[in-house]
């Protein structure tokens, strides 16, 4: 086993199953749902051991590439951060660390993990890490399987083999997609193991029968890394060379067809938080079977799941066994036995045009974020924070006037050839037209309303002149 395994963490997927707290701008990866760190940040805390792990790749779209650092930053760890050019599923994402991987070692070893699941035994999860890696260097593609608790129709399965080497490794013989109930009964009786989605490979290894099966997306991943380009901290995979690589899962490119793959029976406390009834089964539970988070209130009600994002109040009387989610802009009732049909309701919504469907009221952007207070045909207000040391864009509108009054901290404002200082319960107006820039050169966090007054509000009517960010 080599010094250290690289490990790749996949920022990928919309998590619209767990709607409204989860949604497209902002996805569940990045939203503390379980716990006060996010599902990413539990998965850096995981690999932050430095005699066993590399510095980690992590491959996201360029929309959640400021997040990924900003979480990062937080907690104190540096990683590759690679950029995927557009969505192409899971395979060509792989293919692409595989040669970045190799690229600072020819025995890399590299273990993919996904950012949005949960691992609640770290010490297990490092062992099986170990054990993996031992199995992976002789040239397996190893995956984690976990024992069923119970016929889950939402988990792929794995239908052992014989045994290899060791008492706890076995060939896999089969990778079987989602079953229906009484298949997953079946299954489960027969000791089966759910798929975790998680590997560990040598990176030659899964390069060679990417290769093999799927030749087009290996020349692609290769072509995209030779042509990478440096923008900040960032690693932009070429577009164009990205853009050939055929649209496909790793699992259906490679897992499900290479006679390499193998299986560790990890128990590690894994969840993929796929739905909120998921969710429910990773709280604790009060004694009437109720996980509840945030401003909640229940009265006469069991086996339930209710979320609350502050300063919302959320109460509920008399439910069983139901999933209550209110955010600042929508509110999700439903029953626990139906928390996967979330999905098909948020793609319902999209159908029909909802902007909640998508975007979360806070946006959040390399400097900071602002949150939507309240909208009317020639008005907006909003709340915006800046972070400590950071500045917005220089820019200009040509449809809309605005407003600040500072609430919190002091503000550096730049209005065409002026640069003022604007303090706690100041305001200033910044008229159309006119070049502008905002600031906090503070060590707390900068607070502003503001107000906006014009014929058109949207957020492309932003000339942007000079950008620490690299956004045109």
């Not at 996805?27 to 503390?32: E, I, L, S, Y």
């Not at 083999?161 to 299954?187: C, I, M, Q, R």
């Not at 049909?341 to 159908?351: R, W």
Request: net charge negative; charged share 25%; glycine share 6%.
């Amino acid at each position: 086993m080599p010094a250290q395994i690289v490990p790749v963490i996949m920022c990928g997927g919309a998590g619209t199953r767990l709607w409204p707290v989860s949604r497209e701008s902002m996805p569940k990866q990045f939203v503390p749902i379980v716990g006060r760190e996010t599902t990413f940040q539990q998965v850096l805390a995981r690999i932050a051991d430095r005699d066993l792990f590399a510095r980690p790749i992590i491959i996201t779209h360029a929309d959640f590439r400021f997040v990924v650092a900003e979480q990062l930053r937080e907690r104190g760890m540096q990683a590759d951060i690679v950029l995927e050019p557009m969505r192409r599923d899971s395979g060509p994402a792989v293919a692409a660390c595989a040669v970045l991987a190799a690229e600072r070692d020819r025995e890399a070893l590299v273990l993919v993990l996904a950012a949005d699941h949960v691992i609640r035994k770290p010490f297990e999860f490092h062992e099986a890490c170990r054990r993996a890696a031992a199995v992976a260097a002789e040239r397996r593609i190893v995956t984690f399987g976990i024992e069923p608790t119970h016929p889950a129709t939402n988990y792929g399965y794995i239908r052992l083999g014989e045994k290899l080497d060791g008492s706890f490794v076995h060939a896999v013989e089969a990778f079987v997609e989602k079953p229906d109930a009484a298949t997953a009964a079946n299954y489960v009786s027969n000791r089966y193991l759910w798929n975790s989605g998680n590997f560990l490979f040598h990176a030659a290894t899964m390069l060679g029968e990417i290769e093999r099966f799927e030749p087009a997306m290996a020349e692609a991943a290769k072509a995209a890394v030779v042509g990478i380009t440096r923008d900040l901290d960032f690693l932009r995979l070429a577009p164009e060379p990205f853009a050939r690589a055929p649209k496909k899962s790793i699992d259906y490119a490679v897992m499900e067809r290479t006679k390499l793959a193998a299986v560790i029976p990890a128990d590690i406390g894994w969840s993929d938080v796929g739905s909120w009834s998921t969710v429910w089964d990773i709280l604790d539970h009060d004694d009437a079977g109720n996980a509840t988070d945030g401003s909640v209130v229940l009265l006469e009600t069991h086996n339930s799941l209710v979320h609350s994002e502050e300063p919302v109040l959320t109460a509920v009387i008399g439910l069983d066994d139901v999933v209550v989610v209110s955010t600042a802009d929508a509110v999700l009732v439903g029953a626990r036995a139906k928390a996967e049909q979330v999905k098909a309701l948020v793609e319902q919504l999209q159908a029909q045009n909802h902007r909640a469907a998508v975007e979360h009221r806070r946006i959040y952007r390399p400097w900071g974020y602002y949150q939507d207070v309240d909208l009317a045909a020639r008005y907006k207000v909003k709340r915006i924070v800046v972070k400590p040391g950071s500045k917005l864009s220089l820019q200009k509108h040509f449809h809309r006037s605005e407003h600040w009054v500072v609430v919190k901290g002091t503000a550096e404002i730049t209005l065409g050839n002026d640069v003022r200082s604007v303090h706690e319960n100041e305001s200033i107006y910044i008229p159309i037209g006119s070049v502008h820039r905002l600031a906090n050169p503070g060590k707390i966090p900068l607070e502003l309303i503001e107000v906006q007054v014009g014929s058109y509000l949207g957020e492309d009517d932003i000339v942007r002149l000079d950008d620490l960010y690299g956004r045109g």
